[in-house]
């Protein structure tokens, strides 16, 4: 089955800077990769997702890059601010299959 | 309600005793997923329904865990003789369809259980 392998495990960074995080997959056959967004006490929400048939994908200050050879793929976040730290997870799933998420990354924004 | 809820939001247990938790997904969702988060881990996935049928239970870890879906609806997850390893938030899910596209799983606030 699927395995989503993702890093850093804990990101810190300052306010108005850049965050990447970096997540893997093993399951060629997946098509489809979501971010999701988890604050203290809420269930994750998703941010941005992309699908296998783009390399690229980008919503105001987020973007999600694809690389289907290497599988992988990456969320950047630009101009980060402190309503941004959380927990986020990333995803990956077949066509109408479940998803299997990656272990989390905590981000901290400091101000 | 406009999203998924979860009932109870907190339940602590002993140990070998029964335990059932309940989802409400968002009106008209077709597809109702279970997770469970453990501290510091991402959602693990426990089973999905489409409709009333289970389509997918491969997550479920043991024969202890069972869920249903009677009316295509509201799912409860049921817990026999728990353990301390079910120690962990589960988290239900609704979407409006799992098909050939896989879409935005709106997720609840969890449910955290507790075995003593």
């Known amino acids: 089955g699927e395995n989503v392998e993702q890093h850093p495990s804990t990101l810190s960074v300052q306010e108005g800077d850049s965050a990447v995080i970096k997540c893997t997959y093993s399951?060629?056959?997946?098509?489809?990769f979501p971010w999701y967004k988890q604050e203290l006490g809420k269930g994750p929400q998703l941010i941005i997702d992309?699908?296998?048939?783009?390399g690229e994908k980008k919503d105001q200050r987020i973007a999600v890059t694809l690389n289907k050879t290497a599988k992988h793929f990456s969320l950047h976040i630009t101009e980060t601010q402190p309503e941004d730290s959380a927990v986020y997870f990333c995803?990956?799933?077949?066509?109408?299959?479940?998803?299997?998420f990656g272990a989390g990354t905590i981000l901290r924004v400091k101000s | 309600g406009a999203g998924v809820s979860q009932t109870p939001s907190n339940k602590v247990t002993e140990k070998g005793k029964y335990v059932e938790l309940r989802c409400d997904p968002i009106?008209?969702?077709?597809?109702l997923y279970w997770y469970r988060q453990s501290l510091g881990q991402g959602p693990e996935f426990l089973i999905y329904?489409?409709?009333?049928?289970?389509?997918?239970d491969s997550g479920l870890p043991n024969d202890r865990f069972f869920a249903v879906r009677p009316e295509g609806s509201v799912s409860t997850l049921k817990i026999q003789r728990t353990e301390r390893g079910d120690s962990a938030v589960y988290l239900c899910?609704?979407?409006?369809?799992?098909?050939?596209?896989?879409?935005?799983?709106?997720f609840g606030e969890g449910s955290r259980l507790t075995v003593l």
């Open positions: 992309i699908r296998s048939n783009v």
């Open positions: 009106s008209g969702h077709t597809a």
């Open positions: 329904f489409q409709g009333t049928g289970a389509a997918d």
């Open positions: 995803a990956a799933a077949r066509s109408g299959d479940k998803l299997v």
């Open positions: 899910a609704s979407s409006l369809r799992a098909g050939a596209n896989t879409g935005e799983l709106f």
């Open positions: 399951d060629s056959a997946s098509n489809y």
